[in-house]
């Protein structure tokens, strides 16, 4: 069977927990950031949000993508690693529930997990404990599950490690070397700073779809002008989506720059909301849409994800709605 996207990325567990603006300042963590900590400093913090609701699911960047196109009716599986443990099994068990291919055999070690800290005014504060996921390497990646696969979607946090990168690479060779289109988000900022070369050469030679932010365009190319980062990324890379938030997001194809608005919604949380607009993009893209086609579906699946709290889908959307918020 062909499969629409193979993704690649640190497997997490998400737990989300909504707090307040005090209650995240006396935890002394940058507001809006992802920081990696350590086990010990994650559970200090869960212990500091004593019984406040919280949700789980399975999570990482490229999961929650894959999971996202799964949801919309594509065909995916995924590479990355896991711990023997409730939350190991928890996490591979949640994904085939929703239709992923997952075929990651246990490591000694715990789950990775990523505690996300949603303020009122929708911010999500991420902070990561890798665990396991940190030893994703290159013989996790399925060169026959990827050379199946219409699409293959590397996320940028990968680079934050060296055995995650050799993963990365591995995932980029194995595309070159098949039909497989290589997508890659960025997927923060922060990581511009550390790999910008090592991004730029990947845009300048084998992505064939990019996905980043404004602010890590801005961070990539050193410049200010966000539809000019769009603009220099589309002479390297033949299809370029820098998204802007509520004002939607700027498309490169083969040179040409398209604004596709944003659209209109009360955000309760941003957790997720660029996973799932890759999601709407690699869908369409893979079925039967065009670039910009697949953007308009994109924002409408993002602008559910931000509304909602969690990077999941409380409510999927049917295949038979597709059409109309593609806009055909």
Known sequence: ???????????????????????LESLGFAKGAMTLVDHETQQRVLEALGELPRNQCAGGSAANTILGIAGLGGRTAYAGKVGDDPLGHFCLEDMRANTVTVDVPFSDGPTGTCLVLVTDDAQRTMLTYLGVSADVGPGDVDPELLRRSKAVYVEGYLFSAPTPREAAYRAVELAASSDATLALTISDSFLVDLFRDEFLELA???????????????????NEDSRECARQLGEWVPRVAVTLGAEGAVLVENGKLTHVPGIATTAIDTTGAGDMFAAGV??????????????????????????????????????EDIPRLAGL
């Open 1 to 23: 069977m062909t499969l629409d996207v193979y993704g690649v990325g640190n497997t997490l567990v998400d737990i989300q927990v909504q707090v307040s603006d005090d209650l």
């Open 204 to 222: 300048q030679g084998p992505v064939d779809i990019l996905f980043c932010n404004e602010d890590e365009a801005r961070s990539l190319l050193e």
């Open 282 to 319: 690699l869908y369409g893209l893979t079925n039967g849409l065009d670039f910009e086609q697949s953007a308009r579906l994109a924002h409408h699946a993002a602008a559910r994800i931000v509304s909602q709290l969690g990077a999941r889908l409380a409510e999927p959307i049917s295949q």
